[in-house]
């Protein structure tokens, strides 16, 4: 059977299957419980004790990304300053499940559902500077170790315009008519049809599912590195609209420091746009908390200082 949405998967990983490769192709975790703990649109993912995380690709598509997040996450070690799940164990397919697996450190906290303003505000100076250092990061070498260039091709305004207005209908039920209304006006007053070129490396898909925070919300964790790409800064940067208060975005590219208002323009459209298809996903799988969180990153994203 065919998958009907973007995120539903290819291959099934089992509990009994994932404890099964884990176990068989690394005996010195044999002692370790396997428990699933998520998935997302490219990976299924399971604890192995209270110490490593184990990812599974779902889809074809998350092998060769997987297989760079091997290659290019050791290379960041000294070069960012937010903790990051580092690969330690390299799994292979087999006739059970036939895509390679990584294993890596387990980095304990919580996705920041719900946080105050308050507390978003203490991780400014820490995300602005994780992202300069990220951007500084050699393209030549992210590239030379499988990074595509901006895959998604996110600069063009136009086409995210007209995706963005088919999810907006799929939403509608799910919508308050203020919440629908907002934003519809925000895309139908979207001037701009295409941004310039920019090209640093990239996380590639920095929402809050992808972040971690500590129990006083402080950011805890960066991860799902699936994504990283050569591309236009303000597909991290979006997480300036989306995650940060209004109030906080001055010190925020203080930090970071300033950028053109085209970047700004696109930040905002993707820090719109990816929440859609989260929110998307979670009205498909009746998951409350997390719609209720991608509503939340909209409405910041698109309210004014």
């Known amino acids: 059977m065919e998958p009907t949405n973007l995120w539903d998967a290819e291959w099934d990983v089992s509990e009994e ?10 005996p010195q975790l044999a002692s370790k419980r396997i428990k699933r703990l998520d998935h997302g649109w490219d990976n299924t993912v399971y604890l192995a004790g209270n110490e490593f995380v184990f990812r599974f690709p779902r889809r074809g598509v998350a092998v060769s990304l997987l297989e760079m997040e091997g290659r290019l996450l050791p290379m960041l070690a000294d070069k960012i300053n937010i903790p990051y799940s580092k690969p330690v164990f390299y799994g292979e397919g087999n006739e059970e499940y036939p895509s390679p697996f990584l294993g890596y450190t387990y980095l304990p906290g919580k996705f920041p559902l719900g946080l105050s303003d308050e507390q978003r505000c203490l991780s400014v100076t820490v995300l602005a500077q994780f992202l300069k250092s990220l951007h500084a990061f050699p393209i030549q070498v992210a590239e030379q170790n499988g990074a595509p260039r901006d895959h998604r091709n996110l600069t063009d305004i136009a086409s995210r315009k007209a995706k963005m207005l088919t999810f907006l209908e799929d939403l509608k039920p799910h919508l308050q008519e203020d919440e629908y209304c907002l934003i519809e006006d925000y895309i139908h007053q979207l001037t701009l049809t295409e941004v310039r070129s920019q090209e640093v490396f990239l996380h590639g898909d920095l929402h809050f599912k992808n972040m971690l925070v500590d129990e006083f919300g402080h950011i805890a964790g960066i991860i799902d590195w699936g994504d990283m790409n050569i591309g236009h800064p303000a597909c991290d940067l979006s997480v300036a609209y989306s995650f940060l208060p209004p109030s906080a975005r001055s010190d925020f590219f203080k930090e970071y420091g300033e950028v053109d208002k085209e970047t700004h323009i696109l930040a ?7 929440p859609m298809l989260i929110l998307l996903q979670a009205v498909t799988d009746r998951n409350t908390e997390m719609a209720e969180e991608a509503k939340g990153n909209i409405r910041r994203a698109l309210a004014d200082e």
Do not use: D, N
């Not at 905002?268 to 990816?274: C, E, G, T, W």
């Open 17 to 26: 299957l994932a404890s099964a490769l884990i176990h068989g192709q690394f």
């Open 268 to 274: 905002r459209l993707i820090a719109v746009y990816i």
